[in-house]
């Protein structure tokens, strides 16, 4: 069975400094790996997705994520932080028993300091 | 493009009753999937729906169902209701299943049972 783990429930980054947010998957096959961000009330934009091909991708607002098998990580991270990054970001894999649903992390929530 | 919508945004409900929940997807977005979100437990997979069918679901009781229809708007229904049902609930919408779309989410409704 697949599983999600994300280390640090929160973290925190001055403004302009690296963002980086760990994730681990377990899962038999190749997995689909995919990144989401919560903003308060609000509900979860895709950040980006690995499921084939290259192993670095790159998303939206500046986030990119690799692939590492030998690692089982799927690290996402940002040059450079932005106030309007404080949000919660989960990582997701994709189930291969047959259904397609998504198996979420616990989240980490990331603060940016002035 | 409209995204989502999931109505309403908020709901308030005593324990005992019922609620129903709508969610509309993308225009040409033929699968819709369910989440629950609560901090204990974090994203739980509750049922995903294709072509009027549900396809998959979740380890959820049996006071929990949905529904999809030929338009592929979807309802889900939760029965006497219980405290532990306030979370947020999360719909998410994909051409058709598949491990590699990405989902898109919806903004949620909130469901407090008092």
């Known amino acids: 069975a697949q599983s999600v783990t994300q280390l640090g429930s929160h973290v925190s980054v001055s403004e302009g400094a690296l963002v980086l947010l760990r994730c681990n998957y377990s899962?038999?096959?190749?997995?689909?790996l995919f990144w989401y961000v919560q903003y308060p009330n609000q509900g979860l934009q895709l950040l980006l997705k690995y499921t084939t091909g290259a192993t670095l991708v790159k998303g939206i607002n500046g986030f990119e994520a690799e692939f590492k098998k030998s690692e089982t990580s799927f690290h996402l991270t940002k040059p450079s932080a932005h106030m309007s990054d404080a949000a919660e970001y989960f990582c997701?894999?994709?189930?291969?028993?047959?259904?397609?649903?998504?198996?979420f992390g616990t989240g980490t929530r990331l603060k940016v300091l002035a | 493009k409209a995204g989502v919508t999931q109505t309403p945004r908020y709901l308030i409900k005593t324990r005992g009753q019922q609620v129903t929940l709508s969610c509309s997807p993308i225009?040409?977005?033929?699968?819709v999937s369910w989440y629950q979100q609560t901090p204990g437990q974090g994203l739980q997979f509750l049922f995903e729906y294709f072509s009027e069918t549900q396809r998959n679901k979740g380890n959820f009781p049996g006071r929990f169902s949905g529904r999809q229809f030929s338009n592929s708007r979807s309802e889900m229904n939760v029965s006497t209701l219980e405290l532990g049902d306030s979370a947020l609930y999360l719909c998410?919408?994909?051409?058709?299943?598949?491990?590699?779309?990405?989902?898109?989410f919806g903004s949620g409704t909130r469901l407090t049972v008092v």
């Open positions: 899962s038999s096959v190749p997995p689909y």
């Open positions: 998410a919408s994909s051409p058709e299943p598949g491990r590699d779309y990405g989902y898109t």
């Open positions: 225009s040409g977005h033929r699968s």
């Open positions: 997701a894999v994709s189930d291969t028993s047959g259904t397609y649903k998504y198996i």
